[in-house]
Structure formats: C-alpha cells, structure tokens
C-alpha cells in the first residue's frame, strides 16, 4: 500500500521559516520523482517544486524560487520542503506527491500518489 505522510506544518507569521517532511512507504523510494504542490481556498492545486529520484535535480515555481529548498533523503524515504521568508500568499494545504516517470515532473498529471496534505498558514 502507497502511503504518504506529510507533517511540519503550522501557522507562522510573515517572513517566518517551516519545514515539511513526507515520509513515503509501500514503493521504491529511491526510484521515484518527488513533488509538492499546493492548494489554497477556491483556488486550482499548483505545482510548487519537484526533484528528481537521486536529488541532483530540482525545479521551482517561480512564486517560491530563492525562498524553498526541496531535498530528500533515501535511506529515510522521505522528502523534504525548507519554507523561508515565508508570506501570506504561500497559505495553502500542502501535498506531497509521487511519480514513477523519469526526471523532474512539474505537472499534476505526471504524479501517482499523494498524501492527505498538511496546512500551512502565514499570518502578516
């Protein structure tokens, strides 16, 4: 069974740090793309980072570009998602997704699994 568990989240004020972790379970870690997206209130789930199965490769939204950093660990299976400078618009629920395609993915549609999600919220 495919499982993937967000944690990290909270509320913090503007210009503040979080960190989320996905612990991932039931596929070969170490084999899959990892992403995270986001969905706030009334608004389309969108795509914040994705990084590729070794960790050598990553690529951005530019909405979060020099403010998050995507790393991952194998050996823990589990990826992780550095939030600085954070601002009131970075306030959504936060998935954590999976993907057995090559590379980095940067489309919803190219990811297989997804956690229940964790919200975050940033206060000004």
């Known amino acids: 069974q495919v499982r993937l568990v967000e944690s990290g989240g909270g509320m913090v004020q503007a210009g503040g740090s979080l960190r989320l972790s996905c612990a991932a379970s039931g596929r070969t870690f170490s084999t899959l793309s990892m992403g995270w997206f986001r969905q706030a209130p009334g608004k389309e789930r969108e795509f914040v980072v994705g990084i590729n199965w070794t960790g050598s490769r990553s690529d951005y939204a530019d909405s979060v570009k020099g403010r998050f950093t995507i790393s991952r660990d194998n050996a823990k299976n589990t990826v992780y998602l550095q939030m600085n400078i954070l601002k009131p618009e970075d306030t959504a629920v936060y998935y954590c997704?999976?993907?057995?395609?090559?590379?980095?993915?940067?489309?919803?549609?190219?990811?297989?699994?997804w956690g229940q999600g964790i919200q975050v919220t940033v206060s000004s």
């Open positions: 997704e999976d993907s057995n395609r090559f590379g980095v993915q940067a489309r919803i549609s190219s990811y297989d699994y």
